[in-house]
């Protein structure tokens, strides 16, 4: 059995699709804190067969979560402080996302204007649509890669 210690304060993120752990500690610029993160791939689950888990031992307003319901709003959030569960994060699908996916439209100014933030709203909510802000642009791509 793999033992990963307790963490002081941070956070697990539990229930993530089984090889997606790597595309998350990017999307979530982990590998930019100055903190520990364990990855544990392929862990056995009940509920999904098997499932990736991070740990991150970090303060916990350095994260966005906002990313993560935008990729896979399934994933559980367990807030740590003093090495207890302090909290549950439900996540879901943010209203808007800023500089996680890129517009494919070539007459979209965020594709003259390369400083421009790329920002997309939630447009439908049911069918989990985002647009571009800026040209309305639908997201044509996975989120859950």
Do not use: W
């Not at 059995?1 to 699709?17: F, P, Q, R």
């Not at 879901?92 to 400083?115: A, F």
Request: proline share 2%; with cysteine.
């Amino acid at each position: 059995m793999l033992n990963v210690g307790a963490l002081k304060e941070g956070y697990v993120l539990d229930h993530i699709k089984a090889g997606k752990a790597m595309t998350i500690y990017r999307d979530l610029k982990l590998d930019k804190l100055d903190c520990t993160v364990a990855i544990i791939k392929n862990a056995r689950s009940n509920k999904m067969g098997t499932k990736d888990i991070i740990k991150v031992e970090c303060p916990i307003e350095k994260l966005d979560l906002d990313i993560l319901g935008f990729i896979d709003h399934n994933i559980t959030v367990n807030i740590i402080k003093d090495e207890q569960i302090v909290e549950k994060k439900v996540l879901k699908l943010p209203k808007q996302i800023t500089n996680v996916i890129r517009c494919k439209n070539p007459r979209c100014i965020t594709s003259i204007e390369q400083g421009l933030d790329q920002i997309f709203i939630l447009s439908d909510e049911e069918k989990e649509i985002y647009r571009c802000k800026y040209c309305e642009e639908k997201y044509r791509g996975k989120r859950n890669k």
